[in-house]
């Protein structure tokens, strides 16, 4: 178990932790913080999305750089940031932050694009995420710190930072699962 495993491990331990603080909503009060209402346990949610998000990153620099790239890792690591993100999707429907139907299409692109691989995994085919894929999550992640944040400074001059980034990352999915189904329209062909 190298490093970037253990780092993807923690980030999978990290989301029953996630999903508790925002489960039990402990009254911890709130923060009034540069406009923003900013209830303390979507604060401390909001650090261990953005922990667990910060270990997806460096677990690949540390697995590329230093070789340490494995199947636990290649299997693992894609599975631990989808689990992370559907998890706080799901949280921000409940919250009342995102509707339903965004999420819906976010997660059904995610499901999709995970069968490919694996379908592209029988054939000995490792299909690594595109720039547009990359550009997806990160403006997901982003998405969700804002909401989790309550839009901390864009609150005081009213611009809906978190809405914003959401539709962003909407367009961002669909766009990116066409291309990833497009470029391997041959590889699913194939396999009917």
């Not at 819906?104 to 720039?131: H, K, M, P, Q």
């Amino acid at each position: 178990m190298n490093l970037p495993n253990q780092l993807t491990v923690l980030r999978v331990l990290l989301i029953p932790v996630f999903v508790i603080v925002l489960a039990i909503d402990p009254n911890w009060g709130q923060w009034d913080v540069l406009g923003a209402e900013l209830p303390v346990s979507h604060f401390v949610a909001a650090i261990i999305f953005l922990v667990a998000s910060l270990t997806d990153w460096l677990d690949g620099y540390i697995a590329r750089k230093q070789k340490l790239v494995t199947n636990f890792g290649k299997f693992m690591d894609p599975l631990a940031d989808k689990m992370l993100v559907a998890a706080a999707l799901v949280y921000l429907v409940e919250l009342e932050f995102v509707a339903a139907w965004i999420v819906v299409i976010i997660l059904c692109r995610e499901f999709a694009v995970t069968g490919l691989r694996l379908v592209a995994s029988d054939e000995g085919i490792v299909l690594a995420a595109g720039n547009s894929g990359k550009a997806k999550t990160w403006v997901q992640l982003t998405s969700i710190t804002a909401y989790l944040l309550h839009d901390i400074i864009f609150a005081m001059w009213n611009i809906p930072f978190a809405d914003i980034t959401m539709w962003l990352a909407l367009i961002l999915t669909i766009y990116s699962g066409v291309e990833y189904f497009s470029k391997n329209i041959k590889l699913i062909t194939k396999s009917m």
